[in-house]
């Protein structure tokens, strides 16, 4: 598994791209007060569910791998060169 240097920082901007995403599918915006842990899973299971990330397997889906999979799939449409990539 790979591990990023600025994880939770691009965990952070996943979850702002996927909640866009999200809208864009039509999904309601999420509400206020909201937390970390039920963001992560609806989107997880909405890119999992549309094919935009690879699916872990179902005994293996808990929160911190969901959460790398957000990152992961972040990583793949950054540039190469960015900034959180480092390490």
């Given at each position: 598994?790979?591990k990023?240097?600025?994880?939770a920082?691009?965990?952070?901007?996943?979850l702002?791209?996927?909640?866009v995403?999200?809208?864009?599918r039509g999904?309601?915006?999420?509400?206020?007060g909201i937390?970390?842990?039920?963001?992560?899973?609806?989107?997880?299971?909405?890119l999992?569910?549309?094919?935009?990330?690879?699916p872990?397997?179902?005994?293996k889906?808990t929160?911190?791998?969901?959460?790398?999979?957000?990152?992961?799939w972040?990583?793949?449409?950054?540039?190469?060169?960015?900034?959180l990539?480092?390490?």
């Amino acid at each position: 598994m790979k591990k990023y240097k600025h994880e939770a920082q691009l965990l952070k901007k996943a979850l702002q791209i996927g909640e866009v995403y999200a809208l864009q599918r039509g999904f309601a915006k999420f509400p206020p007060g909201i937390s970390e842990k039920d963001k992560v899973e609806a989107l997880y299971m909405l890119l999992a569910e549309d094919k935009r990330l690879t699916p872990l397997p179902k005994d293996k889906i808990t929160g911190p791998e969901m959460r790398h999979k957000l990152v992961l799939w972040l990583a793949n449409q950054l540039p190469k060169d960015h900034e959180l990539l480092d390490g």
